[in-house]
T-cell receptor, first 112, second 116 residues
Framework: GESVGLHLPTLSVQEGDNSIINCAYS??????FIWYKQESGKGPQFIID?????DKRQGQRVTVLLNKTVKHLSLQIAATQPGDSAVYFC???????????FGKGTSLLVTP | DSGVTQTPKHLITATGQRVTLRCSPR?????VYWYQQSLDQGLQFLIH???????AKGNILERFSAQQFPDLHSELNLSSLELGDSALYFC???????????????FGNGTRLTVT
């Protein structure tokens, strides 16, 4: 079936640098996209979402970019901090329903 | 803190047994979702309830069932447990937006099930 996938399983960045986590999706009907952060022993935590009528959305230190032409989603984290170390998941709604389809996740490691 | 409460945090049981996982959604959220997270399968959607009624099914086995009660809490029942059912089980809840638009799912911290 169609699914969401992540380009890189791990990403290591230095503290203070910007991080970019990428995600590809395959369902052209998907119209809602969301990023989650999961720390060890905890559930996924909502970071930011974007609907298909937008191509960019900004939050606090985070920006999500959506390119529907190539079915690509990215999460940019500015001035990455040690507390940002976690696994990041992108998810999409498959164009229908309210449940989300999750990618495999990217592990972000922030080094001092 | 997401406001979604799951109990128990850990559960260890034997093959063939039955267990019940419990979830209390955020105050005001009518939708409850169940997900399974394992190392090799990632986060897999199991089932969605809205205001007591089943709305969507994902990759939920026939040995698994769920329900949402009038007070909106939900239970996930897992029976005839197998070693492969060992995983993290997450509950999430969401609010219903006007126009039927999607809204973020807010996750609890999960129940870790170990089947021995």
């Amino acid at each position: 079936g169609e699914s969401v996938g992540l380009h890189l399983p791990t990403l290591s960045v230095q503290e203070g640098d910007n991080s970019i986590i990428n995600c590809a999706y395959s369902n052209s009907a998907s119209d809602y996209f969301i990023w989650y952060k999961q720390e060890s022993g905890k559930g996924p935590q909502f970071i930011i979402d974007i609907r298909s009528n937008m191509d960019k959305r900004q939050g606090q230190r985070v920006t999500v970019l959506l390119n529907k032409t190539v079915k690509h989603l990215s999460l940019q984290i500015a001035a990455t901090q040690p507390g940002d170390s976690a696994v990041y998941f992108c998810a999409e709604n498959g164009g229908s329903g309210y449940a989300l389809n999750f990618g495999k996740g990217t592990s972000l490691l922030v080094t001092p | 803190d997401s406001g979604v409460t799951q109990t128990p945090k850990h559960l260890i049981t034997a093959t063939g047994q039955r267990v019940t996982l419990r979830c209390s959604p955020r105050s005001g959220d009518l939708s409850v979702y169940w997900y399974q997270q394992s190392l090799d399968q990632g986060l897999q959607f199991l089932i969605h309830y809205y205001n007591g009624e089943e709305r969507a099914k994902g990759n939920i086995l026939e040995r698994f069932s769920a329900q949402q009660f009038p007070d909106l809490h939900s239970e996930l029942n897992l029976s005839s447990l197998e070693l492969g059912d060992s995983a993290l089980y997450f509950c999430a809840s969401s609010v219903l937006l006007s126009g039927g638009r999607n809204s973020p799912l807010h996750f609890g911290n999960g129940t870790r099930l170990t089947v021995t």
